[in-house]
């Protein structure tokens, strides 16, 4: 493992309840990202500093950019939703996991321009959270199907190979990132990376143009590139505890960016950690790759 990098700046210091689901878009040249508790997306210009933000009816939880200049693909709490940046129209295309205690969670589009996404347990009692969520993936169509993977508590890490050929996903609870063979059908799951010995849990990941995996680690303020091969490569650090999801943005596709969040954490903790909730940044000597865009179409002529 090399040394260490120096640590991430903060770039805007933005108090993010529960920082998420960052995006490049390299049309708007911009940062797209969620504050899935305040029910916000925002969007930072890194050239003219520009921080705009939209208040949603949901919690979002992920989304994604679409094919269709000036939509967005969201995975809201609840649904699934065509969400237009020019005048905030929203357009529902199914609700997710009706009838279950769950919201979504972690989602990326694949390389065929699908987007995968998961769900989290939000117990009624407040209790812990239990595997009974699962992993999607909406077509071009606007099918939903469920993926034939193992029951989710926590569902992040998901990410794919630059061929497209490998899906990376997690249940944070578990503390392990795991793989698969990925196309129309799914191969076989298999360990990736093991945080079983630590105290944190695997978050939101990225993949580079050589195919290693960034993943955010709550809990142990870092953002670690794997090889392929699942072995560790470098940490980058926060003056965060809990980062939540890298993502590779800039003209050049060679800043890394990742979000973090204060949620859960209590007064004293913030007070050593007055960045907790920004978002952080870095140059460095790899390059990313463009986010996919969802293939799917908003309906046409659509008015909110």
């Not at 939903?144 to 630059?162: D, M, Q, R, T, Y």
């Amino acid at each position: 493992m090399n040394a260490p990098s120096a640590p991430m700046q903060a770039v805007v210091e933005a108090g993010n309840v529960l920082g998420e689901g960052i995006v490049w878009c390299e049309r708007a040249r911009a940062l797209y990202w969620t504050d899935i508790h305040a029910a916000t997306l925002w969007r930072h210009v890194p050239a003219s500093g520009e921080t705009q933000q939209w208040r949603l009816p949901e919690r979002l939880a992920s989304f994604a950019l679409c094919a269709a200049d000036g939509w967005l693909l969201l995975a809201l709490a609840s649904k699934l939703a065509f969400f237009r940046l020019a005048d905030g129209a929203l357009h529902t295309i199914c609700e997710v996991e009706p009838g279950l205690p769950t919201r979504c969670n972690d989602g990326a589009c694949d390389r065929q321009g699908r987007f995968v996404f998961g769900t989290l347990h939000e117990p009624a009692d407040g209790g812990a959270k239990q595997a009974i969520g699962g992993f999607w993936r909406l077509d071009a169509d606007l099918k939903l199907e469920k993926l034939p993977l193992e029951g989710v508590a926590i569902s992040n890490s998901l990410a794919f190979s630059p061929d497209g050929g490998t899906l990376y996903y997690c249940d944070s609870l578990t503390r392990t990132i795991r793989c698969c063979a990925y196309g129309d059908a799914l191969g076989p799951s298999r360990l990736f990376a093991d945080l079983r010995n630590s105290t944190g849990e695997p978050d939101g990941s990225c993949v580079d143009a050589d195919g290693g995996l960034w993943n955010a680690q709550w809990g142990l303020g870092r953002v670690v590139r794997y090889r392929a091969d699942g072995s560790i490569d470098r940490i980058l650090t926060t003056a965060a505890s809990q980062p939540t999801r890298p993502a590779f943005g800039g003209d050049a596709l060679d800043a890394l960016y990742v979000t973090s969040a204060r949620d859960g954490l209590d007064a004293a903790t913030l007070a050593r950690e007055p960045l907790a909730g920004a978002l952080f940044g870095t140059h460095v000597d790899v390059r990313g790759l463009s986010e996919p865009r969802f293939a799917g179409l908003p309906p046409p002529g659509h008015t909110p």
